[in-house]
């Protein structure tokens, strides 16, 4: 894990700066169907970088921009090691254990079964910001009932094959990443990752969009 705040601010004033350059269009040209940038978040779901990041500055970021602005991917896994194992299923040790590689597999179960991406972004939200956040197997239910989810689906979803099926998706997604993820969070923007000069900007120009 690398802690990056100089790196995870400059990502939610380049979001703020996207935006606002497509407000300041003339009339006529904002007629015109324009591609929304496109976020990826990869995270996993004890790391504290990952919180910090998701709390303070991608979750305030989409509240103020809107979903209609933007498109967010996010996707749990992180650091993870994986091994063969019997029959050649893959065995996952999250890097900071157990309770870790439950919650990113429960996580990406919410996310695919939720048609709500506001609502699947309210429930990463929802576990991070608990006292106890890192007590995954509480929170991932107690954020689930909280939001209205049908957490017996989830439950069943992450111990069955449409949990492993996710997570193995999720690793291969994270290991084709270009250049490799180096820690995390791993932020990604239109298919690259981004890098900011953060002196000819400031953070008032986004908090005042």
Not at 2 to 12: D, E, N, Y
Not at 147 to 155: E, R, T, V
Not at 160 to 165: N, V
Not at 180 to 199: D, H, M, Q, R, T
Request: a positive charge; charged letters at 15%; hydrophobic letters at 40%.
């Amino acid at each position: 894990m690398k802690s990056s705040t100089f790196f995870v601010v400059l990502v939610a004033i380049h979001l703020g700066l996207l935006a606002l350059s497509v407000s300041s269009l003339p009339a006529a040209s904002k007629q015109q169907p324009k591609a929304k940038p496109k976020v990826e978040l990869y995270y996993e779901t004890l790391c504290p970088y990952s919180k910090n990041f998701y709390l303070e500055q991608l979750e305030p970021t989409f509240k103020k921009l809107t979903l209609d602005v933007v498109d967010v991917e996010v996707v749990p896994f992180g650091n993870v090691k994986v091994a063969e194992g019997p029959d050649g299923i893959p065995l996952f040790t999250c890097q900071h254990g157990a309770a870790e590689c439950y919650g990113n597999r429960v996580q990406a179960c919410v996310i695919a079964l939720t048609s709500n991406l506001a609502t699947s972004l309210d429930y990463v939200r929802c576990v991070f910001a608990q006292t106890n956040w890192k007590d995954t197997y509480t929170n991932s239910e107690l954020c689930a009932n909280q939001l209205g989810l049908n957490w017996a689906q989830i439950k069943t979803c992450h111990a069955g094959q449409q949990g492993l099926d996710l997570i193995i998706a999720n690793w291969k997604r994270t290991d084709a990443l270009v250049p490799k993820k180096a820690y995390v969070p791993w932020i990604v923007i239109n298919g690259k990752l981004e890098s900011f000069n953060f002196k000819f900007y400031s953070k008032t120009l986004f908090f005042t969009y």
